[in-house]
C-alpha cells in the first residue's frame, strides 16, 4: 500500500467538510456518516469488523479470561492494566470503573475476597484531576510515565505467582507517556504477561517524533511490538512460555473535527476494550462454573464480533430520525446558551453522571472553552466516581488552580444553581436498566436526587432538556411514570429517547444464563455494566457538545482552530492544521505558528527557525498558557498572499472578531 503522508487521525474527514455551514441538525447528519466509518471502514485499511482486529481482540481476551479464572479460583491474580492521555486515559478510568464493579460481585459470589484495588486499573497521565481539567503537556513526560507505573506495581503488592497484562492507549500512536509504559512491559516479561499496544493509525502513518530523554520513540516501540509478535507466533509450545504482544491498530476513518481524536477515537477505544474484557470476565465465569454440555456457544458469532454488533446497532439508533432531531434541538440551546455567557450543564447518576463529565472535560482542551463553559455533575460526587485517588475535589488546590473539581449534585445545589438563569440550559443524562438485576436502591435514590435537582434548576429559569437511553420496555415504563413530560414530569426543551435493543449485552446475557443459575454466573448477570447503552449515550453527547461548539465559531470548515499548543502531538498538529487551511507549506506553516507564539514577525531573525525535534518542547513551553494561537496562526497564514499582516494587526483583527469563519471567509484561496 502506498505510504500515507499524514496520519489518518489528524486528516480533514470528506464526509464532514461542510460542518461549521450546516443548520443544526444537518451537522448531527454529517456526524453520523463520519461514525459509521466506525463500522463500515474507511478506505482499504483494515477496519473494526475485519479479521485483523477480531483475531487481535480474541487473543487478548482470551488471555485475560484465563488469568481472571485463576484469580476467581485461588491462584495468582491477573492485573490489566490501562495507560492512556487525554481521551485514552479517561476512557481507561470508565472502563475499569464498571469492569472492576463486574467483576467484584463475581469474586463475592464465588467466595473470593476482592483485591482492595481491583483487578481492572488506569494509569491517566495528569491523575484523576485530568478526568476533568486537561493535562496535555503529561502526555510527553518520561519521567511521569516511569512514575505512575512504579507506583502502581509498588500498590498492588504483587506475589511472584501474580501477573500484569498493560494496555496502552494512544489513539496516534504517539504518546510518550504510553510508549514508555508499553516499553517497561516489554522489558519485563517476568512480571508483565501481555501487551497491547491500541491505536488507529496504519502503518504507513507513522511520524518519528523524538522527545529529549527518551533513546526511544514511540514508533520504535510499535516496531518492536510488531517484531517480536511475528518471531513469538511460531511453536505454541515456545508462544505459551513467551509474553503475548498485541498490536490492535484498525482504521476507524478522519474525526468528524480534525484536531482532536476524542469522539470516534474515544468510541472506538471504550468499544473495544470492552469487548475485550466483558468477554474475559464472562469467560472466566464459564470456567469456573461452565455451562451445562448440552449448551454450545459455538453456534453465535465470535464473541468479539457479536458484541461489536451490538455496538453498531446503539450507534445507529442513537442518529434515528426522531433521537437525530432532539440531539439537534439541544446541541441549537446549548450553543445559545454559550453565545449569551450561559452554562451548558449535564446532571446524571451512576455511569450517565459519569459520561457526561467526561464529555463535559474534553470541550476546554478541545475547543478552548472555559472550565465553566460546561460542566458535569453526578449524584454521590468523587465517591459515585469511584476514581483511583479518592475525592481530589476536596483537596487543597494547587497553585494557578482556579475552580473547583468538586462535582457533586450536592456541590451543584449549593454552589451552582444560585447562579443559574435563562441563558442556561441543564441536561438531565438517564440510563435505563434492562430489568434484569435492575438498579439497587441507592442508584435509585441517586436517580432522583438527580431529577429532583433539575427540577430546581427549572424553577431559576434554566432551561431543561433530557437524554434517556435504554430499551423499548424500559423506556416505555419511563415515560408512563413521567406522564408524557420528560423525566420526573418535567417539562423539557428536547428529550432524545435512544431506544436499544438492551442496556447490557445481549449476548453476554445469554452465556451467562447457560451456566445454570448458579451463585457466580447469577452475580455476574446482576452485575453487567450497560455498555450499550453506554456508548448509545457518549455519541449523543459527543454530537451536542460538538455541534454547541461549531454553532458558536469554534470549528473552521470541520477542524477544531481554538485548541491549545500544549504537547508535541499538538504542536505538530497545529503545523498540520495550518499548511492545510492556509495553503501553505509545512515550512511556513512552521513560521506562522511561531510568530503567533512569540509576538514576533522575523521569527527566523531570531533564530527560531527552522524547526527541530529538540526544539519542539521549547516551543510548546511558549505557547501552552496562551490562547487563540491557531486562529491567529491560520490567519497569519491566508494573509501571505496579500499585503502581510504583522502580528499585532492580526490579533486586533481576532479581537474585533472571534469568529474566524466570519473573519476568513473573504480570505480564504479557492481551491
Known amino acids: 500500500m502506498a505510504a500515507v503522508a499524514q496520519k489518518v487521525t489528524e486528516r480533514q474527514n470528506e464526509l464532514t467538510a461542510g460542518l461549521d455551514s450546516a443548520d443544526p441538525l444537518g451537522m448531527v447528519r454529517l456526524l453520523r456518516s463520519s461514525d459509521a466509518q466506525l463500522f463500515g471502514g474507511y478506505g482499504g485499511f483494515s477496519g473494526l469488523m475485519d479479521p485483523p482486529t477480531l483475531d487481535a481482540l480474541e487473543r487478548f481476551s482470551a488471555h485475560v479470561a484465563a488469568g481472571l479464572a485463576r484469580s476467581l479460583s485461588g491462584g495468582g491474580e491477573l492485573h490489566v492494566v490501562m495507560c492512556g492521555s487525554g481521551t485514552s486515559g479517561r476512557t481507561s478510568f470508565v472502563v475499569s470503573r464498571s469492569l472492576n464493579q463486574l467483576l467484584g460481585a463475581v469474586r463475592r459470589a464465588a467466595g473470593r475476597a476482592e483485591h482492595p484495588l481491583g483487578n481492572f486499573h488506569y494509569n491517566n497521565s495528569g491523575g484523576d484531576k485530568a478526568l476533568l481539567r486537561a493535562a496535555e503537556s503529561a502526555e510527553d513526560s518520561l519521567p511521569l510515565a516511569t512514575q505512575d507505573l512504579g507506583a502502581l506495581e509498588a500498590a498492588l503488592q504483587l506475589r511472584s505467582e501474580d501477573r500484569i497484562a498493560l494496555v496502552g492507549i494512544s489513539c496516534g500512536f504517539s504518546a510518550t507517556y504510553v510508549g514508555a509504559q508499553l516499553e517497561h512491559a516489554m522489558d519485563n516479561p517476568q512480571r508483565y504477561s501481555a501487551v497491547l499496544v491500541l491505536g488507529f493509525n496504519p502503518p504507513p502513518c507513522m511520524r518519528e517524533v523524538r522527545v529529549a530523554g527518551w533513546g526511544n520513540t514511540f514508533q520504535g516501540v510499535l516496531r518492536r ?318 454530537a451536542v457538545s460538538t455541534c454547541a461548539h461549531v454553532l458558536k465559531g469554534a470549528v473552521f470548515s470541520n477542524c477544531m482552530i481554538n485548541l491549545r499548543i500544549t504537547n508535541i502531538k499538538l504542536f505538530h498538529r497545529a503545523v498540520g492544521l495550518v499548511a492545510k487551511l492556509g495553503a501553505v507549506s509545512a515550512a511556513e506553516a512552521q513560521l506562522c505558528v511561531l510568530r503567533a507564539i512569540y509576538a514576533e514577525d522575523a521569527v527566523t531573525a531570531a533564530g527560531r527557525m527552522p524547526v527541530s525535534d529538540a526544539s519542539v518542547p521549547e516551543h510548546v513551553a511558549a505557547a501552552a498558557e496562551q490562547e487563540c494561537l491557531l486562529p491567529l496562526s491560520l490567519l497569519l497564514a491566508l494573509s501571505q498572499a496579500q499585503p502581510e499582516l504583522s502580528v499585532a494587526e492580526a490579533k486586533g483583527m481576532i479581537v474585533a472578531q472571534p469568529v474566524l469563519r466570519r473573519l476568513l471567509l473573504p480570505r480564504t484561496p479557492k481551491t
Not at 307 to 333: D, G, K, N
Open 225 to 542: 511490538m510488531r517484531e517480536e509478535a511475528q518471531r513469538g507466533a511460531g511453536a505454541a509450545e515456545a508462544q505459551a512460555q513467551a509474553q503475548l504482544r498485541v498490536v490492535l491498530d484498525p482504521t476507524v476513518g478522519p474525526e468528524p473535527v480534525a484536531g482532536s481524536t476524542r469522539m470516534k477515537g474515544g468510541s472506538a477505544t471504550k468499544m473495544l476494550l470492552e469487548t475485550i474484557l466483558c468477554n474475559a470476565a464472562v469467560a472466566a465465569v464459564e470456567q469456573v462454573a461452565p455451562p451445562p454440555s448440552a449448551v454450545s456457544s459455538e453456534a453465535l458469532l465470535p464473541p468479539g464480533a457479536a458484541l461489536l454488533h451490538e455496538f453498531e446497532i446503539a450507534v445507529r439508533r442513537t442518529y434515528a430520525p426522531a433521537p437525530a432531531a432532539s440531539l439537534a434541538s439541544l446541541a441549537s440551546a446549548a450553543a445559545d446558551a454559550l453565545k449569551r455567557g450561559g452554562r451548558l450543564v449535564y446532571l446524571g447518576a451512576g455511569p450517565a453522571g459519569v459520561l457526561g463529565i467526561i464529555d463535559a472535560s474534553e470541550c476546554p482542551p478541545t475547543f478552548g472553552a472555559a472550565f465553566t463553559d460546561i460542566g458535569g455533575f453526578v449524584a454521590g460526587g468523587w465517591a459515585a466516581m469511584e476514581a483511583a485517588e479518592g475525592d481530589v475535589g476536596s483537596a487543597q488546590r494547587e497553585p494557578g488552580e482556579q475552580h473547583s473539581l468538586q462535582l457533586s449534585i450536592e456541590y451543584f445545589e449549593a454552589e451552582v444553581l444560585p447562579l443559574l438563569g435563562e441563558r442556561d440550559v441543564v441536561v438531565l443524562l438517564e440510563l435505563l436498566p434492562d430489568g434484569e438485576g435492575g438498579p439497587g436502591k441507592a442508584a435509585a435514590l441517586h436517580a432522583a436526587a438527580a431529577v429532583a435537582v433539575a427540577g430546581r434548576a427549572a424553577e431559576h429559569g434554566a432551561r431543561l432538556g433530557s437524554i434517556r437511553v435504554g430499551s423499548a420496555a424500559a423506556l416505555a415504563a419511563a415515560e408512563e411514570a413521567d406522564g408524557g413530560l420528560g423525566p420526573g414530569g418535567l417539562p423539557v426543551l428536547a428529550a432524545a429517547r435512544i431506544c436499544v435493543p438492551s442496556a447490557a449485552p445481549a449476548g453476554l446475557r445469554a452465556r451467562l444464563r447457560a451456566c445454570g443459575g448458579s451463585a457466580v454466573p447469577d452475580a455476574a448477570l446482576a452485575a453487567l455494566p450497560p455498555i450499550v447503552a453506554e456508548i448509545a449515550l457518549k455519541i449523543a453527547l459527543n
